[in-house]
């Protein structure tokens, strides 16, 4: 079984400002950083952080995209399938507040220019059951999903930055939906008793909905577990979703009974260091950590 991620690569620039900007504000930032970022790379960064194969396919600019292709190489990803595009790449601008809470600019760039020419090179190296992750920040998508699910691979999808033209992608094809509590609610077109909007408008599919320092939760498809947070003070929570979703499917891969629990663990530990791709801790971090948390009891 293969692990493909087909998915964003951003460069992200990252302000650290009092609060985040108001209409017709203007504020200086305290400190500013340049890092690697995307869904997509955070979390094949997350996945391979967490003992996990990863190729990741996607696109990056020509002139601007080395430092997005060295991360990748850095951490021994593949990056096979990752094609040069005639645009700058992706980028995000993000400030990040005090509090640790950020918001998020983007711009597609090449990561807007993947087309179904690339996805048809792609998905013919790949075969049924093995492992598809998306995100909502490429083109072509409902061609991707369709393919895909066509194929037999199993599909994991984190609907965010999530938009009106998302709920119009063929979803129910979709294995896995990551989410958070706002996403969920989006999807489910609900703001009360989500999940079992979310179950039956997606009876096909398992879900996995973080809500942020309170808790998440996992419906596999028959049964649903919960885990608490843990009590952390956040100084950027910038890439947390992505770490969650990377450590959570290394669990998921390798079978444990709550793969809800080392996500957490990881994605609280990223919440701690300013950055996206930089924040993301290494399993041998989390697996000290837990160690801690089990003596503590
Ligand atoms: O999830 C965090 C990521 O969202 C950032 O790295 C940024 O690039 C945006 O895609």
């Not at 593949?78 to 005090?98: C, L």
């Not at 989006?186 to 979310?198: H, P």
Request: aromatic letters at 8%; glycine letters at 8%; proline letters at 3%.
């Amino acid at each position: 079984m293969k692990v493909l991620n087909f998915g964003s690569l951003n460069i992200d620039y990252s302000f650290e400002v009092d609060h985040l900007v108001k209409p017709g504000e203007t504020e200086s930032s305290s400190a500013f950083l340049v890092t690697c970022g995307g869904k997509g790379l955070n979390q094949s960064v997350a996945l391979k952080r967490a003992g996990v194969d990863v190729y990741h396919a996607g696109a990056i600019g020509k002139k601007d995209g080395k430092l997005l292709i060295d991360a990748l190489l850095k951490e021994s990803i593949d990056i096979s399938y990752v094609t040069k595009v005639n645009s700058n790449s992706g980028s995000a601008f993000i400030q990040v507040d005090k509090n640790g809470e950020n918001c998020i600019v983007l711009n597609g760039g090449a990561n807007k220019l993947i087309d179904e020419e690339m996805v048809d090179y792609v998905l013919s190296n790949f075969d049924k059951k093995d492992i598809i992750i998306l995100q909502n920040e490429i083109s072509s998508l409902p061609y991707i999903i369709n393919k895909a699910h066509k194929k037999g691979m199993e599909i994991v999808f984190n609907p965010s930055p999530i938009n009106p033209e998302c709920l119009s992608y063929p979803l129910e094809k979709v294995s896995i939906f990551f989410v958070n509590k706002k996403e969920a609610e989006y999807l489910a077109s609900s703001s009360t008793d989500v999940l079992e909007n979310l179950k039956a408008k997606y009876p096909k599919s398992k879900f996995v909905i973080t809500d942020g320092s309170k808790e998440s939760i996992y419906f596999n498809g028959k049964e649903v577990m919960k885990q608490k947070s843990l009590c952390i003070k956040p100084v950027d929570t910038t890439g947390a979703g992505d770490t969650f979703l990377g450590y959570f499917l290394s669990s998921y891969i390798r079978g444990d009974k709550n793969p809800l629990y080392r996500a957490s663990v990881a994605s609280a530990l990223a919440c701690l260091k300013r950055g996206a791709k930089i924040s993301i801790p290494r399993l041998g971090e989390v697996e000290e950590k837990i160690l801690e948390i089990e003596e503590k009891n």
